[in-house]
């Protein structure tokens, strides 16, 4: 057995939450105790919630499961050039959930799908640069539903402020913008991520309400 498919039969069995000996796993697979502690080391050093030691066995904490997913090589490479994304792109939680996710992938990955002369190289634009540091309580915001008060200065210069109920965040290939309901201005407010000064989050929640929602913006750009 390949040790790349070694590697996903154990993830499998671990899935059960119960405490495996190694020995036992040894034996299941046919390789030998010290193969399996190899192995495991390899499962652990990915990120995955693996807990136990030589001697005692091993258990997986609380796993996130996927039901099995079949990817042919283009949806390969459009995952993997998702998590280069997110590397680059996104605030410091993505990018360390987007590394950890490509190490388990990389993990269990037939050999073949892991020259790293086809990985893609992805460089973040100034604006990208600029915009990272707010990415993070924006993200926050947005799955709270908590109002963000923003200092903002416009791409002709000008000083604002808002009060913002956020709606959605996007990337257009070179900046971020968020969309918003501002409660001072009474209307919705599209906002450049690198343009923003300061965007301090409060603990002042809000329920969706009818005409100042991400749907009804986008209702009123198509227009009756």
């Known amino acids: 057995m390949a040790r790349n498919d070694r590697l996903f039969d154990l993830i499998q069995i671990l899935r059960d939450g119960q405490l495996h000996r190694a020995q036992d796993l040894g034996a299941r697979l046919g390789v030998s105790?010290?193969?399996?502690?190899?192995?495991?080391?390899?499962?652990?050093?990915?990120g995955l919630p693996i807990e136990g030691e030589r001697g005692v066995?091993?258990?997986?904490?609380?796993?996130?499961?996927?039901?099995?997913?079949?990817?042919?090589?283009?949806e390969f490479e459009a995952l993997r050039l998702g998590l280069a994304l997110a590397s680059s792109l996104s605030d410091r939680d993505a990018a360390r959930g987007a590394a950890s996710l490509r190490a388990k992938i990389n993990a269990v990955s037939p050999a073949g799908l892991?020259?790293?002369?086809?990985?893609?190289?992805?460089?973040?634009?100034?604006?990208?640069?600029?915009?990272?540091?707010?990415?993070?309580?924006?993200?926050?915001?947005?799955?709270?539903?908590?109002?963000i008060e923003i200092d903002y200065t416009s791409i002709w210069g000008d000083p604002r402020s808002h009060i913002l109920r956020p709606l959605h965040l996007s990337y257009w290939?070179?900046?971020?913008?968020?969309?918003?309901?501002?409660?001072?201005?009474?209307?919705?407010?599209?906002l450049r991520v690198d343009l923003i000064r300061s965007a301090e989050v409060t603990q002042r929640g809000f329920l969706p309400e009818a005409g100042k929602t991400a749907e009804d913006y986008l209702a009123r750009l198509d227009g009756p």
């Not at 973040?124 to 539903?145: F, Q």
């Not at 290939?173 to 599209?190: A, H, M, Q, S």
Request: aromatic share 8%.
């Open 33 to 46: 105790t010290r193969t399996i502690w190899r192995d495991m080391a390899t499962l652990i050093d990915s």
């Open 57 to 74: 066995g091993y258990v997986m904490k609380s796993p996130v499961s996927l039901p099995p997913l079949a990817l042919n090589r283009d």
């Open 114 to 147: 892991q020259d790293p002369g086809v990985e893609s190289l992805v460089f973040a634009s100034p604006e990208a640069e600029r915009a990272a540091r707010h990415l993070a309580p924006i993200r926050r915001a947005l799955r709270d539903h908590l109002v």
């Open 173 to 190: 290939g070179r900046v971020w913008t968020l969309l918003g309901w501002c409660e001072k201005d009474g209307n919705f407010r599209l």
